[in-house]
């Protein structure tokens, strides 16, 4: 009976240790697979790699160094962890070589360190989010604080962890559906999720446009969670402007508006609510939406963006309040910025050299010529042009030397320009000509093509895939017209009667029809459950006034 027991427990040692060493032999090889699966994009590197007896793979000392033009895809993490199906699945993925895409795949990444979050929130200051709290306008109205440091953390006594990402993923190819949700756990701050749900989804995604053309988005969760985080940031701000704590929340919302509308965006009410509410209590926002699948999500940019939010039907709610429309305004690029162009950017410097002009200024009557004829302004040059290269050709005895040989009824005394006589073959001959640089490849770059090859001797076979210099260019996608015009404060007093959309500073949308125009506000009417209202509205609180397109 011992010596069963005994033989028992041998084999189920030798067994464990063989299944051990298949699941080593696994974890190597989906390691590989994985880095096979990234390598156009960049390289994945790791320490060391395991299999567990649940069937997960765990790499640790991960590292991807991203190709150039991928940099932000950089990152490294302790350990990575991908949770499979179970170890059948792992052994038989070893044993088949298997290495397609698998239909459902968990990953987990450890103190995960992202290079590109620190840089792109470095970019602006006040950083639009934390870098290390990922807290949205996390230092806006702080006073001169505009990132918060490690000993500021001290200060509101937290304790700053690498964050955790989750990753799963469940793929239906034969109904061609994906279903993704992503967790960012960045404890003590707070936490980010996101969570989709594709249709017409076709792995070759990244290679085909027509695939891409074809997905569409079913529905899509987002949600952001505050562990206590904004509390204690309110109260150090609020300490170092000197304001209590609920004037340093106006203050913060009136600066994260100001930066806004400074990139011509603009929240609504009801959004400017729900952040304020966040700040206030803390606890969790919800963004959900259910877009309309009729409209391919990689033409979303070809449409108006306020266009595109309407058809997200995107919702948010604090906690468990009821939803709101979440809405934003996207207001016109201002019509002065165009005015301030420098002309010289739409110069084209291949195009043929302007006449050299000549300004003559007489003591008494300046008279302003050109070689290109006395009628047409033109605007004296800052510096004095250098002086044409001219044949010297003697004037006539007969006539003063500033008068012109073809104008003999002006008088002597009045100066004007000589135009340039015609050169003698001999004379143009010895002069270097100036090359325009139209249509010449050896100044103009657009013409300039040069092939990767030379070419190839004719009859052999490199002759039918040679080709010589050109220009392959994507088309351009067409961008469809905004549903309104944008007019401005002044045009609003030449169109009385006219139904318009003010746009206020506080995210206001007031739709109605003019009825007069002033100085100081324009009165409008407007439609009410009980009838017809008139409303000012102040014109320092419009930021921009909209009239649907005709047509």
């Not at 929130?121 to 949205?136: E, H, I, M, V």
């Not at 700040?279 to 999500?297: H, M, N, T, V, Y």
């Amino acid at each position: 009976m011992w010596k069963l027991l005994r033989n028992l427990l041998l084999s189920a040692v030798v067994l464990a240790l063989g299944l051990k060493l298949a699941l080593w032999f696994a974890a190597g090889q989906q390691a590989q697979a994985l880095a096979d699966s990234v390598q156009r994009w960049g390289e994945l590197s790791w320490t060391s790699a395991s299999g567990s007896f649940d069937g997960d793979v765990t790499l640790s000392g991960v590292q991807f160094r991203p190709k150039p033009g991928h940099e932000i895809a950089a990152f490294s993490a302790s350990s990575l962890r991908l949770r499979t199906p179970g170890v059948l699945w792992t052994l038989r993925r070893s044993i088949t070589r298997d290495s397609s895409p698998p239909e459902q795949l968990g990953l987990r990444l450890n103190d995960l360190n992202l290079p590109a979050l620190r840089k792109l929130a470095g970019a602006s200051s006040p950083p639009w989010f934390g870098a290390q709290s990922l807290a949205p306008f996390e230092t806006f109205a702080c006073g001169a604080v505009t990132e918060l440091t490690a000993a500021n953390f001290s200060a509101l006594q937290l304790q700053p962890r690498t964050p955790q990402l989750d990753l799963d993923y469940r793929y239906d190819a034969a109904g061609q559906q994906l279903e993704a949700d992503l967790r960012i756990d960045n404890a003590p701050f707070g936490a980010v999720a996101l969570r989709t749900e594709l249709r017409q989804f076709q792995p070759q995604i990244l290679d085909s446009a027509a695939a891409r053309d074809a997905l569409r988005i079913a529905s899509a969760d987002f949600s952001y969670r505050d562990d206590g985080f904004l509390r204690r940031r309110n109260e150090f701000c609020a300490r170092e402007t000197g304001l209590d704590v609920d004037a340093f929340i106006d203050r913060h919302i009136a600066s994260v508006q100001e930066r806004l509308k400074a990139s011509h965006i603009v929240p609504a009410e009801g959004v400017v609510e729900i952040y304020r509410e966040l700040l206030s209590g803390g606890g969790e926002i919800k963004l959900l939406s259910l877009p309309r699948e009729d409209i391919a999500p990689a033409q979303y940019d070809t449409y108006d963006p306020e266009e595109v939010l309407r058809w997200l039907n995107l919702t948010a709610r604090h906690n468990d309040a009821p939803p709101v429309l979440f809405k934003l305004f996207f207001l016109a690029e201002p019509v002065e910025a165009l005015a301030g162009i420098d002309l010289a950017l739409m110069h084209d410097p291949l195009a043929e050299p302007e006449p050299e002009t000549v300004v003559v200024k007489p003591p008494e009557n300046p008279v302003l010529a050109t070689t290109t004829g006395a009628a047409a302004p033109v605007k004296p040059p800052a510096a004095k042009p250098p002086a044409p290269v001219v044949a010297e050709v003697p004037p006539p005895p007969s006539l003063p030397p500033m008068a012109s040989s073809t104008d003999v009824s002006r008088p002597a005394t009045t100066p004007v320009t000589t135009p340039p006589e015609p050169e003698s073959a001999d004379v143009a001959a010895t002069r270097p000509s100036r090359p325009s640089g139209r249509n010449d490849p050896r100044f103009d770059p657009r013409l300039a093509g040069l092939p990767s090859a030379p070419p190839p001797p004719p009859g052999s076979t490199a002759a039918l895939v040679w080709k010589g210099p050109g220009i392959d260019r994507l088309p351009e996608k067409a961008q469809r017209e905004r549903p309104f015009a944008v007019i401005s404060y002044e045009a609003l007093g030449s169109q009385p009667g006219a139904r318009v959309v003010l746009i206020t500073s506080g995210g206001r949308e007031i739709e109605g029809k003019v009825i007069e125009v002033s100085a100081a506000g324009v009165t409008v009417s407007v439609n009410r459950e009980s009838g017809q209202a008139r409303l000012f509205v102040e014109r320092g609180r419009i930021l921009e006034i909209r009239v649907a397109r005709r047509g």
